[in-house]
């Protein structure tokens, strides 16, 4: 199938953030499995097929994790979704448990049932994204390029230029401030200051929101 020069960027992205995450246990985790049967679900994943990749998933998991690949499959069918590309599924099912994860304004019921995945397991998603800089710079700047706020969001979690260690209280606050719209809120202001010692704030946060 044919992709635009954005869509391999976005496709090439997720390819090196598993296979960076499998090397350091990615493949005990749901969300990992889940990405990776979407990807062979949408013909992305180099001619495999969600049968090939089911055996291989971990028995322990494997019930649970295959029962959440079609919950998101079945999200994903809506026909407000026809349109996406399917690698576009792919990073908005990160999107989606991003804002779970964070407790975003934006979240739905829906997508709280449907992408409720452990933030430590997202952090190693991020983390693993970030390990070859090339590539985590090429997904900054596309989605850095996105004026959507969960897409700065993701150009936040993915600059690779900054000296701030990610850990899981920084990536919700972070997702939480710039999904939101609008004047700050109290408690928006509180997480802000959190976060303002680092340089994710600087690079990705100033002038996105106003805070009167």
Excluded at 121 to 146: G, I, N, P, T, W
Excluded at 157 to 173: I, Y
Aim: proline content about 4%; overall charge negative; hydrophobic content about 40%.
């Amino acid at each position: 199938m044919g992709l635009t020069d954005t869509s391999e960027v976005l496709l090439n992205g997720m390819k090196a953030a598993l296979g960076c995450w499998q090397k350091v246990g990615g493949e005990q985790q749901p969300l990992y499995w889940v990405l990776r049967l979407k990807m062979a679900d949408n013909q992305l994943a180099d001619g495999m097929l969600v049968e090939d990749i089911q055996p291989t998933i971990p028995d322990s998991i494997r019930d649970t994790t295959i029962e959440r690949f079609r919950t998101g499959r079945r999200y994903w069918d809506d026909i407000r979704y026809s349109t996406l590309e399917p690698v576009t599924q792919l990073w908005g099912t990160i999107v989606n448990t991003a804002r779970v994860v964070a407790d975003s304004d934006r979240v739905t019921n829906g997508q709280k049932k449907v992408f409720d995945y452990p933030a430590e397991s997202l952090l190693e998603f991020f983390r693993s994204a970030r390990e070859r800089m090339e590539v985590a710079d090429e997904l900054y700047h596309v989605f850095k390029a996105m004026p959507a706020p969960e897409c700065q969001a993701l150009a936040a979690l993915l600059n690779v230029h900054v000296d701030a260690r990610l850990e899981v209280d920084t990536m919700r606050r972070l997702v939480r401030l710039l999904d939101h719209e609008g004047p700050m809120t109290p408690e928006e202001q509180d997480d802000l200051s959190s976060i303002s010692n680092t340089s994710l704030v600087s690079a990705t946060f100033t002038g996105l929101r106003g805070s009167g």
